[in-house]
């Protein structure tokens, strides 16, 4: 119930209004069943203007934190979260992130539309950096298709370290499904995950028009803050029918 009344009651007019959009693909979305929506992540409001222009509810998954935190404000932010269609991840260990993905995958199954992050953070330079392999095995176990998903412009409305969203025009462009089924039953495969998540990547560098990073965000932000040089940009691999195709390293100088 929040998140209908969130989306079309309020703010999601008002957020219509002042931050209008430019949605290409959005027939790309199948209209029932099971699908990953993979984006790029440039800003917390990615999460607030891409279910705004579907017409399906999309569910995310979000950190653990949003939903423990003791008191009154914990309270309240486990039922706005709760309410909107979002539910923890705990990555604190691999047995954690394992559950995370097993939830992910029984949401999927049940015929949800799931909203996933790839690079797992916000990026630190509105670049896009190389894809952790959840979304692979969470499509792998799940059979379904992947549909890409670029926001462009949001991290002006919503800039990092700033708490205000300023008005601007954005644009969300869905990209064609990506169909995995050729890899059925190969989920655990860490090569062919690796392939597919590349595959992934490789299309949110196309749709998106950003430059590819193959680090992992969090590292690069981990370099950032150290005051070291980050990688140097590389082109991700499309995957093949072979499921080997990687995006190559590149190191840290």
């Not at 957020?15 to 790029?40: C, F, H, S, T, Y």
């Not at 692979?136 to 412009?153: C, F, T």
């Not at 093949?240 to 195709?245: I, K, L, N, Q, S």
């Amino acid at each position: 119930m929040l998140y209908w009344f969130m989306k079309y009651v309020l703010p999601g007019p008002l957020m219509r209004l002042l931050w209008p959009a430019k949605v290409i693909g959005a027939e790309n979305i199948p209209d029932e069943g099971g699908v990953i929506l993979a984006g790029n992540h440039l800003a917390v409001a990615d999460s607030f203007f891409m279910p705004l222009r579907v017409s399906r509810r999309v569910t995310f998954p979000a950190k653990q934190e949003y939903f423990t935190e003791p008191g009154l404000k914990g309270r309240l932010k486990k039922w706005f979260f709760s309410g909107v269609g979002q539910f923890p991840i705990d990555r604190s260990s691999g047995s954690a992130a394992q559950a995370a993905i097993d939830t992910a995958v029984r949401l999927v199954r049940e015929g949800r539309l799931l909203g996933i992050y790839p690079e797992g953070t916000r990026s630190p330079d509105g670049r896009l950096y190389k894809g952790k392999t959840g979304v692979a095995r969470i499509a792998l176990e799940s059979r379904a298709p992947v549909v890409p998903v670029a926001m462009v412009g949001t991290e002006k409305v919503n800039p990092i370290g700033s708490r205000l969203w300023w008005p601007r025009r954005i644009e969300i462009r869905f990209g064609t499904p990506l169909d995995f089924s050729r890899y059925e039953g190969l989920s655990g495969d860490r090569f062919i995950e690796r392939s597919i998540t590349d595959e992934i990547m490789y299309a949110l560098m196309e749709l998106s028009g950003q430059e590819y990073v193959d680090v992992y965000a969090a590292k690069a932000k981990e370099l950032r803050d150290a005051g070291q040089t980050e990688a140097r940009p590389a082109v991700p691999a499309q995957g093949d029918a072979g499921g080997t195709a990687r995006i190559p390293e590149s190191k840290a100088s």
